[in-house]
């Protein structure tokens, strides 16, 4: 229950007090719990007073200390979102001219 968790929770915060900046597997391997308990006690905010904690970007594994992904990540994600719409504009605009254009026969 509660108890458990508060323990971790305890464990944990002697831990990353002692190694600032520990990512999310060393203080798995050094205080046995498990990563993905880890990460949902961060995304419910129960470390922000304790200092960064590194994790993996959901997209390439480099170490982060908040959000989902990496600057790098999120800039190529960015980029990929502005090249779909440049494309859709672009078969937007051609249909529409398209509907204009009149032939003879």
């Known amino acids: 229950g509660w108890e458990k968790k508060d323990k971790k929770k305890r464990i944990i915060i002697k831990f990353i007090r002692k190694k600032e900046n520990a990512s999310v597997e060393e203080i798995h391997r050094e205080t046995g719990v498990k990563e993905?308990?880890?990460?949902?006690?961060?995304?419910?905010?129960?470390?922000?007073?304790?200092?960064?904690?590194?994790?993996?970007?959901?997209?390439?594994?480099?170490l982060i200390t908040e959000g989902r992904v990496c600057d790098e990540c999120g800039r190529n994600i960015l980029k990929q979102v502005d090249e779909v719409n440049e494309k859709r504009r672009k078969e937007e605009e051609k249909k529409r001219s398209g509907e204009r254009m009149y032939t003879r026969d």
Do not use: V
């Not at 949902?40 to 960064?52: C, S, V």
């Open 36 to 62: 993905r308990t880890i990460l949902r006690m961060m995304k419910k905010g129960r470390f922000l007073n304790y200092g960064d904690i590194a994790y993996k970007c959901e997209s390439c594994d480099n």
